[in-house]
């Protein structure tokens, strides 16, 4: 599938301003919520009963808390980070010359901004906010990601007579931040309009099994 094209002129620039509007918001929330919360469940704060919080944490990894071997893994997922970065910055340009559809643009510029949110923390907060892990080589590119949004669906102990899980203290949802939201929506809008941001490639049309074509004519 290739993108859908417009007859519109496309300037990167309004896309990349997207991006950046995301990008303060999230650096924004995460240095209020470093500043003027406790983490963990003594800071945290309910905003529409219990099942939705904001509650400070830190992730030390990628998504859901998965770390790489250290000591050097968090500065090959800071480099894979950087290289997203640049391969998604890229892409926006291609895709304005290409003429695609704003809102596909849209969406990867949604994409963009969060992949830089938590990259910013990534490589800096281990300085700024000293919250690199114990054992750090360096504050640098050691950053631990502040997420705070936590949608409590359930969160508790599983029945004793379920099989493998039972008994245990399960939280079914993660706790999340502005920049994961930001690349969340964008790819959910991606999935969810497809039949507009793609067009389908036409196969072309195949000769009924034992006919030929007609010679052209001289």
Not at 73 to 82: A, C, N, V
Request: some cysteine; charged content about 10%; glycine content about 10%.
């Amino acid at each position: 599938m290739q993108p859908t094209r417009t007859t519109r002129p496309q300037t990167a620039l309004k896309f990349f301003l997207l991006a950046l509007l995301v990008i303060g918001i999230d650096q924004l929330s995460k240095w209020a919520v470093h500043t003027y919360m406790q983490p963990g469940m003594p800071g945290e704060i309910p905003l529409i009963g219990h099942w939705l919080k904001l509650h400070y944490t830190l992730n030390p990894g990628m998504a859901f808390g998965v770390e790489l071997p250290p000591p050097y893994g968090k500065i090959m997922l800071s480099g894979f980070r950087l290289l997203a970065v640049g391969g998604l910055s890229w892409y926006i340009v291609k895709l304005c010359r290409e003429r695609a559809a704003a809102g596909f643009i849209a969406c990867m510029a949604l994409i963009l901004g969060g992949a830089v949110g938590n990259l910013v923390d990534s490589i800096f907060y281990g300085l700024l906010y000293k919250n690199a892990p114990f054992g750090a080589p360096t504050p640098w590119f050691h950053g631990q990601v502040i997420d705070m949004i936590y949608v409590d669906i359930y969160e508790g102990f599983l029945p004793q007579s379920w099989p493998l899980l039972g008994g245990k203290y399960v939280s079914l949802w993660p706790i999340f931040n502005i920049a994961d939201s930001s690349i969340f929506i964008g790819v959910a809008l991606i999935l969810l309009n497809q039949s507009r941001f793609f067009q389908q490639e036409e196969a072309s049309p195949q000769p009924a099994p034992g006919t030929a074509e007609a010679p052209a004519a001289h």
